[in-house]
């Protein structure tokens, strides 16, 4: 499977983005998928996951701001952000779990700064 993510860009603290991912398969055969972010110097962190029976996991910076989605029929997962703050500024990647196996697509950048 491939991972096309999009929908990332500079915004002003307090706005909102919207990022996708697109999978080459059909994500019904994906156990779990989720977004994670790495800014400058630091480590990969999770941000939100999604498995298939509809359970979430999020970081405890973005709860209540964040919200992961899917839509079966576009193979799409999503991530609204919103209320965005300077430090959600990192390369967000979208992570699936194919047979075991994770799989991360591209990363694309959110800036948030004044």
């Known amino acids: 499977v491939q991972l096309q993510a999009s929908g990332g860009g500079s915004v002003q603290p307090g706005g909102s983005l919207k990022l996708s991912c697109v999978a080459s398969?059909?994500?019904?055969?994906?156990?779990?998928m989720g977004w994670y972010r790495q800014a400058p110097g630091k480590q990969r962190e999770l941000v939100a996951t999604?498995?298939?029976?509809?359970?979430?996991n999020k970081a405890e910076s973005v709860k209540g701001r964040f919200f992961i989605s899917r839509d079966y029929a576009k193979n799409t997962l999503f991530l609204q952000m919103n209320n965005l703050k300077p430090e959600d500024t990192a390369v967000y990647y979208c992570n699936a779990i194919d047979n075991g196996r994770p799989v991360w697509g591209q990363g694309t950048q959110v800036t948030v700064s004044s």
């Open positions: 398969t059909t994500i019904f055969s994906l156990k779990d």
């Open positions: 999604l498995t298939n029976g509809g359970r979430t």
